[in-house]
């Protein structure tokens, strides 16, 4: 089996190997994080992709270890700059967060606090994180809120989150992920909840900070047009587990896993031309963890699926373009029809 670091060229800051977490019911455990690998680089984004429920949020939660219960995580290791954070203690991660990693949530209004003014807020990290005082953590907050676009900032610094519109409170949730100047920037949905030309602004504006603060960016999304827009390497998540793992040019050129095809199917583009009708959008919707397949997670909704597939779960193995694949079509084990992968180029 391949590691994830085995695809890129880069040093990661960040590398998740076997994470696996999961939800404890009466009666069954949910593995809502399966095993999971990737590598984020120095300075670059890794974008996570899959439907709702496919585990992006429980993954970047258990990195933070910010799982609650009853969940848990259960194993696996998180190596941040070359130490495990899974090993670390609550008053360590306590360090770690909000100063080498921050993190901006899917929604914005529950992780600001209501009665406290947004100058407050991102003035709290300044003054923990770089023990600067009252006065000049405040003025740092208004250049903040300046930086992530916020009109007249020293009126708004003096604001209540309730006083503010999704899209400010959204930038001002940015601002405070970036006030600590981090390493590593999770930012989970960062987007989805705001109109179309403040996400491109927000998405701009993130990747502007990526290059003059040289932070590496984990961002989590279903939407392949942020993709394209934003990330250099994607992990493609579903049911629990990485099914694709690759650099985003080769992704958006030559998809290979079918749940990739049939994602990128769903987005309007030209310049791929597949015959096949069936995938061009992904039939069904994802099982509930309860009816877990037995193989292939994909398999009850894959059109190529054949007798392997719902026998057996393939393995995340390095293709020859140096994409990782979680796909019984790429091996040399593949019994199906037809002996051809889903862009028609001969498997045997
Ligand atoms: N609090 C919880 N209790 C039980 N199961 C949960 C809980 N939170 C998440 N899960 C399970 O974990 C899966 C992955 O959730 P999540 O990571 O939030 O998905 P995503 O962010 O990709 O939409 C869910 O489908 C659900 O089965
Ligand atoms: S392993 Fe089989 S079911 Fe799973 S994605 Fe590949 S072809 Fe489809
Ligand atoms: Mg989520």
Not at 3 to 23: C, G, H, M, V, Y
Not at 27 to 38: H, I, L, S, T, W
Not at 277 to 295: R, Y
Request: hydrophobic fraction near 35%; include cysteine.
């Amino acid at each position: 089996m391949t590691k994830a670091t085995d695809t890129l060229i880069e040093e990661p800051i960040l590398e998740i190997r076997n994470l696996q977490t999961s939800f404890f019911t009466d009666k069954f455990e949910v593995k809502a994080v399966d095993g999971v690998n990737f590598a984020v680089p120095k300075g670059k984004t890794l974008g996570i992709v899959g439907e709702s429920g496919s585990g992006k949020s429980i993954t970047s939660l258990s990195i933070l270890r910010l799982i609650q219960n009853p969940g848990k995580v259960k194993g696996g290791e998180v190596i941040f700059k070359g130490e495990n954070l899974l090993d670390k203690t609550e008053a360590q991660m306590r360090q770690i967060r909000g100063n080498e990693i921050s993190m901006i949530f899917q929604e914005p209004m529950t992780s600001l606090n209501p009665v406290y003014t947004v100058g407050q807020q991102i003035s709290e990290s300044f003054q923990i994180h770089q023990k600067m005082s009252k006065k000049e953590a405040m003025l740092r907050s208004v250049e903040m809120l300046k930086l992530v676009g916020i009109p007249s900032p020293e009126r708004r610094v003096k604001q209540y989150p309730h006083e503010l519109s999704g899209g400010m409170r959204q930038r001002v949730m940015i601002a405070m992920a970036l006030a600590c100047d981090p390493e590593l920037l999770i930012a989970d949905e960062p987007t989805t909840a705001l109109d179309v030309t403040i996400q491109a602004q927000i998405l701009e504006l993130m990747k502007d900070l990526q290059n003059r603060l040289g932070m590496s960016i984990i961002m989590i999304t279903h939407d392949l047009g942020v993709v394209a827009e934003t990330c250099d390497y994607v992990a493609v998540m579903y049911m629990g587990k990485v099914v694709e793992y690759a650099a985003v040019k080769d992704l958006f050129k030559h998809p290979k896993h079918p749940y990739t095809v049939g994602l990128l199917n769903s987005l309007p583009r030209h310049d791929i031309d597949l015959e096949d009708e069936e995938l061009q959008v992904i039939k069904g919707s994802v099982p509930s963890p309860a009816d877990m397949p037995k193989g292939c997670r994909f398999a009850p909704r894959c059109p190529f699926a054949s007798e392997i597939c719902r026998e057996r779960l393939p393995d995340l193995e390095e293709s020859e373009d140096g994409n990782q694949i979680r796909c019984w079509i790429y091996t040399d084990e593949w019994d199906g029809e037809p002996e051809v992968n889903v862009n028609g180029e001969r498997t045997s």
